[in-house]
């Protein structure tokens, strides 16, 4: 039971970060149908631009306030990597549009090899460790000499993921870019017929993906105080997966897989095999994929002749 | 003329703006990562480091680049779109296609020849052993995977599961039953293909992206499962000392019953690389002549109308399920051999070897060369593989940025990058065109472009 709640616990803060991913994914290939492989790298990149704010903060500026800190570095992540999201669009994704169906998906694995290569080359291949940025932790009970513990970071991670969703709700439920979002789509030529910029709003659509990548990014580098260029494949695919579990397209789904991805990796590994944690993973997306293909959430996919 | 220098001069304000915007962009872009450097210092402590002339230097590259581009390369293809799309191919162009098979064929079998007469014996084992096998292997694996994406359609992410069961299998079996490399050869490919529908089996109502994906987890899958079955793979330390391949029973090693004292010449590594290389090479010439050859049969008819409409296929009374198997299970093999091969080479295998950027790699040679078409996926082979292998060869860029220049970890940045430029350039891939296995009376290639295709 303890051992259960600790790590239902330790699933949904998991499950927060995949969910941020995973809602990347889903959107962008609602919008454009493509799945974006090189998103997970994205969040890569975004880990490391928010460890070297983190850094120019505390070690440049001498700041000492941990929450300032990290907010500064929550916003500059998401300005930077945001950044980067769009000029990969303009570059590697939009000339591509309305051509081969395969092409955007090749180009996204090239573009996916080169961003974890850069960050190789630029930043070096060692693992980056910071110092524990947040220490801390209730203890919520205590049963057989086990304490389930909630500490402050999981507690940062819960709550920043909280209030981003509800920030990117209502720009995509109340907003003029949300409603263009959903009307490109639905149908892109009838949408642009009637006066949506579509060039702008897929643009835009990589840029609300990055910016949650990047909150994703911030709060997995304060939640494990290491990150290295590789770390962006295994969690692009398990954000992929949530994005597939909830029904790709659908917004609250993706959320949804991600918290579930989460809990089944946890108590996975609590349960069974740590070793094989990655195979639940990629299971739960084959199974997925061959028994449920829409998802929890998602609209069935109607074969038209 | 009034006009159009006016159009000249607005132009040039156009040209500076966008370079200006450009480089800010390219400065805002690399301010984190390439102007700051994340560095452990003596105390294990991170710090930062600045890197302001690099910085300032990829500004500086990048704003002229967009200069350039809008007055050099912009009107180009501004010209290029204008003119007129020819016809009929050139007489030159059909010289190239009709001779450039054959041409190629030969070249691929005089080369260790070649090699050997322009650099010596010493000097060849290098570029007969990384360009010509490791060209090859990749060939060969872009060949096999070209069955499953380019004729039946079915996007394959995990193709280097049956590379890894080939493998795996001939370094098991020959290490534990001493089972000589030509027996295993056959038996690597029928274990691969029979892993081939083993997974083929679920995913048979997926298509497109999806399949692609669930092939990926599929294939993570079963390198981790090697990774961790230490028992019998070893884990991540490998399977080392697999036997190497004999010549009919002859080794090739210095003893007194080796290839070279057998056949009296001097013994030098080299005869084993020859020999390595033409098996490899066979066993690529083999796999496009099957795949021609399946193409003419009833199967690879299917296979290429199911990549073109499955609904169609199906209405028609195509059994889909049997014809996607067969390609999952024909690709498997010839990925089985290749798998089987390579074990046979390196004589060292570990999971390293059957990374997801291997299946991403192979994937892209397909799609780069251009699905379907096995000359564009030698070509795109020989472009991708021996571009990212010639990378290691540029020393004299040691004295040009000096000695801690390491051109080697720029392979894959560059790979990445050449993906992409590809993709934009040629999105059908570098061959798109498209020979038809039937015609009536002539054969006519068309344009991929023509084709509805894709949706497998």
Redesign the interface.
Known sequence: MEVFLQQLINGITLGSIYGLIAIGYTMVFGIIG??NFAHGDVFM?SA??A???F??LT??LGLTSIALALFIVLIVAML?TS??NW?IER??YR??RG?????????A???????S????????P?N????PMVQGEFVIFTQNNYAVTLSFKQLIIWGVTAMLLACFWYLVAKTRLGRAQRACEQDQKMAALVGVDVDRTISMTFVIAAALAAVAGTMYLMYYGVVSFSDG?VPG?KA??AA?LGGIGSLPGAVIGGLLIGLIETMWSAYFSI??K??AA??V??IT??FL?QGLFGRPDV?K? | MEGGAQDRRVDIVRALRDAGVTAL?AF??F????G?????DIRN????TTRWPLLFAITAIVGAGRLAYSFGFEPWLNRRALRPVPVAPSAWRSFVAKWFVPFAIGFVIAYPVIVIALNGFSGSVKWIDNFGIQILIYVMLGWGLNIVVGLAGL?DLGYVAFYAVGAYSYALLAKTFGFSFWILLPMAGTLASFWGILLGF??L??R???L???T???G??IR??I??WVDLTNGYAGISGIPRPTFFGIPFNANEDGFAAVFGLEFSPLYRVIFLYYLILALALLTAFVTVRLRRLPVGRAWEALREDE?ACRSLGINTTNTKLTAFAMGAMFAGFAGSFFAARQGFISPESFT??ES?TI??IV??GG?GSQIGVAIAAIVMIGGTEIMRELDFLKQIFGPTFDPT??R??L??????LI??WR??GLIATRAPSVFLKERKSIS?DLVKE??G
Do not use: C
């Not at chain 2, 402590?45 to 930062?48: F, V």
């Not at chain 2, 790979?415 to 992409?420: I, R, T």
């Open positions: 493509m799945v990149v490391f631009i460890l070297i704010a850094l120019i070690s440049w930077f950044l980067v000029v570059l590697a000339p591509l051509s081969f169906r395969l092409a955007p998906l090749i180009s694995i090239g573009m996916s090899i080169f961003l290569n850069f960050v190789q080359v630029a930043q070096g060692r980056k460790s910071t110092p494949f695919v992929f997966t597939v070793d094989y990655d195979v990629f299971s997306l084959a994929l061959i293909p074969e002749v | 962009i805002g872009l301010l984190p990562l390439i700051l450097q994340t560095v452990t402590d991170l710090i930062l996007l679920p995913v109502r997926l497109g992206d999806y692609a994906i669930v990926l987890a599929f993570e899958i981790i499962v990774i961790n609904i997801f950027l991403a994937l892209s799609v780069l699905m970890q720029y894959m940045l790979f990445g990058l050449a993906m992409v993709m934009i999105p059908r991929v894709g949706h």
